[in-house]
């Protein structure tokens, strides 16, 4: 019901931007967010938008370089990824959480996509 899309191969210092369609269903009352994860690590938060787009939350690794945003007519949320270094390589996720509020713990997003590939290289 979530499908993400707009990963790739990148230099360092280049820009990237993800986008999540959803279907089937409405998420327009939701939290939407992404979530990446390296070989070999365990699943980490990245951005969430509240249900309005009026609040958002970045981890500390992103801040300053990726901007998250949503629209809720076409179902869709987005990830714009500047500055991009080796360590932002991952396959990065999309999710969709009830609350509507924009959370970033993994276990209260309730779909999720499939992820696509972000590689950055040196």
């Known amino acids: 019901q979530l499908q993400a899309y707009g990963g790739g191969l990148v230099q360092a210092g280049g820009s990237l931007r993800l986008s999540c369609a959803a279907s089937g269903r409405t998420f327009s009352r939701y939290g939407l967010g992404w979530f990446r994860q390296a070989p070999g690590k365990e699943r980490e938060f990245v951005a969430t938008i509240s249900w309005s787009g009026g609040s958002t939350f970045y981890a500390d690794s992103v801040k300053g370089r990726f901007t998250i945003s949503r629209d809720n007519a076409k179902n869709t949320v987005f990830l714009q990824m500047n500055s991009l270094k080796p360590e932002d390589t991952a396959v990065y996720y999309c999710?969709?959480?009830?609350?509507?509020?924009?959370?970033?713990?993994?276990?209260?997003?309730?779909?999720w996509g499939q992820g696509t590939q972000v590689t950055v290289s040196s």
């Open positions: 999710a969709a959480e009830p609350t509507g509020i924009g959370l970033d713990q993994v276990s209260v997003y309730s779909y």
